[in-house]
């Protein structure tokens, strides 16, 4: 077994040596160095690490469903489930960005030898929900979830109190992400002043948004639960919100056969369980998938999107190109199409909202 990973080690040097400069060679070991110099020629390794130069595989396409630790993961190959590790070269870009494969992600497996399927490839994302990690003096993307279809952003009327603030940076970052986004409003029963909440929501609706009001403990009546189930159907989507806004208990109200553990902190739940980092796929049994991640919980807006909040902020992309400067910020430029709308299409709050948010960042 070892064996085999230092010829395979080897080959990939050969690779390296025939592709890179001999300077990028002499920090291949060291992480720290490598942080320190770490240059546009190091992320055209990266890319062209992406595919494998060997030859003779028996590679075929599939989907990872399951993450198991960081070099172990599940997936479909044409409806079948198989444990596939990551191979030698994978894990070396691994310096590069901590997780190169994550769970949505087509990949091409090699299946050349019985209870050793590697993961050579990776196919070209659709789209993805990434985090960053800071170190020394660079900043690493660590890919969350890869190629889904929505997010769906659960927020409460009620305990905890409606934050329509956070909706505003949880579709920012679907907007950055290039993914759809859906409104769900849990928890309607409880709700102080419905009308109000229903008002603010319309705002959403009118960019283009579904919005959806649902209660989902087993007392009340499943109010939207199955306009949510259409919503989902042969979907692939990701819940996120804040803690006890409802997303388990929608969850298991959409499929009571999950039955996901309620008013539950999940990660004490996975803890001594799993890695923190355990993900996996779960199929609907109306078609399409949930993805169940623990890493979504450190999705959030950071000064990595400062740059692009004024053109992704909700809305804002049916405005901006109208504003006199390119890099508007919609804060004091003359001629801000953000601005003469204010009070109008761009409701007060919102814009209070995004000021908030520029300002956090
Ligand atoms: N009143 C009311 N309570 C709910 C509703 N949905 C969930 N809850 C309760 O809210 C609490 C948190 O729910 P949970 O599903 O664990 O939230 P999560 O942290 O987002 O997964 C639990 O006590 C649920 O019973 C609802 O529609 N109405
Ligand atoms: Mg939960
Ligand atoms: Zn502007």
Redesign the pocket.
Same mark, same amino acid.
């Given at each position: 077994m070892n064996k085999k990973r230092d010829k395979f080690v080897t080959k990939g040097r050969e690779f390296k040596l025939r592709n890179t400069q001999i300077d990028d060679l002499l920090d291949v070991y060291d992480l720290q160095a490598r942080e320190e110099t770490y240059t546009k020629t190091h992320r055209r390794t990266y890319e062209k690490g992406r595919y494998t130069q060997k030859s003779g595989l028996d590679l075929r396409e599939g989907r990872i469903v399951e993450m198991q630790t960081n070099y172990s993961y599940i997936v479909n190959i044409d409806g079948e489930l198989s444990s596939c590790t990551l191979s030698g070269r994978l894990r070396y870009l691994e310096f590069e960005s901590h997780n190169p494969v994550c769970v949505g992600d087509y990949v091409m497996v090699d299946m050349q030898e019985k209870d050793n399927y590697r993961i050579e490839e990776l196919v070209q994302r659709k789209n993805s929900l990434t985090r960053y990690i800071q170190t020394a003096n660079t900043e690493r993307e660590i890919a969350i979830v890869a190629n889904i279809d929505q997010i769906i952003i659960?927020s409460s009327t009620n305990n905890p109190i409606f934050h329509s603030g956070l909706i505003d940076r949880y579709l920012t970052l679907a907007e950055i992400s290039n993914i759809n986004a859906v409104i769900c409003v849990?928890?309607v029963?409880?709700a102080d002043d419905l009308e109000a909440i229903r008002n603010e929501c319309m705002y959403y609706e009118s960019i283009g948004y579904h919005v959806v009001f649902?209660?989902?403990?087993p007392q009340?009546d499943n109010i939207g639960i199955e306009e949510l189930k259409n919503l989902l159907k042969n979907k692939d989507s990701v819940f996120t %919100?804040h *803690?006890?806004? %409802?997303? *388990?208990?929608?969850i298991n109200a959409i499929e009571a056969d999950l039955d996901l553990k309620?008013?539950?902190i999940s990660t004490a739940h996975h803890k001594g369980q799993h890695t923190t980092s355990h993900s996996r796929m779960i199929d609907w049994s109306f078609g399409g998938h949930l993805i169940d991640t623990p890493g979504i919980k450190t999705l959030a807006l950071s000064t990595q999107h400062k740059d692009k909040l004024p053109r992704y902020f909700p809305g804002f992309h049916l405005f901006a190109d109208f504003c006199f400067f390119q890099d508007c910020s919609h804060t004091h430029e003359d001629n801000c199409a953000i601005l003469a709308r204010l009070g109008r299409e761009i409701p007060e709050e919102r814009y209070e909202s995004y000021l908030r948010i520029m300002e956090s960042l």
């Amino acid at each position: 077994m070892n064996k085999k990973r230092d010829k395979f080690v080897t080959k990939g040097r050969e690779f390296k040596l025939r592709n890179t400069q001999i300077d990028d060679l002499l920090d291949v070991y060291d992480l720290q160095a490598r942080e320190e110099t770490y240059t546009k020629t190091h992320r055209r390794t990266y890319e062209k690490g992406r595919y494998t130069q060997k030859s003779g595989l028996d590679l075929r396409e599939g989907r990872i469903v399951e993450m198991q630790t960081n070099y172990s993961y599940i997936v479909n190959i044409d409806g079948e489930l198989s444990s596939c590790t990551l191979s030698g070269r994978l894990r070396y870009l691994e310096f590069e960005s901590h997780n190169p494969v994550c769970v949505g992600d087509y990949v091409m497996v090699d299946m050349q030898e019985k209870d050793n399927y590697r993961i050579e490839e990776l196919v070209q994302r659709k789209n993805s929900l990434t985090r960053y990690i800071q170190t020394a003096n660079t900043e690493r993307e660590i890919a969350i979830v890869a190629n889904i279809d929505q997010i769906i952003i659960v927020s409460s009327t009620n305990n905890p109190i409606f934050h329509s603030g956070l909706i505003d940076r949880y579709l920012t970052l679907a907007e950055i992400s290039n993914i759809n986004a859906v409104i769900c409003v849990n928890k309607v029963d409880i709700a102080d002043d419905l009308e109000a909440i229903r008002n603010e929501c319309m705002y959403y609706e009118s960019i283009g948004y579904h919005v959806v009001f649902t209660t989902a403990n087993p007392q009340s009546d499943n109010i939207g639960i199955e306009e949510l189930k259409n919503l989902l159907k042969n979907k692939d989507s990701v819940f996120t %919100g804040h *803690s006890g806004t %409802g997303k *388990s208990s929608l969850i298991n109200a959409i499929e009571a056969d999950l039955d996901l553990k309620v008013g539950e902190i999940s990660t004490a739940h996975h803890k001594g369980q799993h890695t923190t980092s355990h993900s996996r796929m779960i199929d609907w049994s109306f078609g399409g998938h949930l993805i169940d991640t623990p890493g979504i919980k450190t999705l959030a807006l950071s000064t990595q999107h400062k740059d692009k909040l004024p053109r992704y902020f909700p809305g804002f992309h049916l405005f901006a190109d109208f504003c006199f400067f390119q890099d508007c910020s919609h804060t004091h430029e003359d001629n801000c199409a953000i601005l003469a709308r204010l009070g109008r299409e761009i409701p007060e709050e919102r814009y209070e909202s995004y000021l908030r948010i520029m300002e956090s960042l």
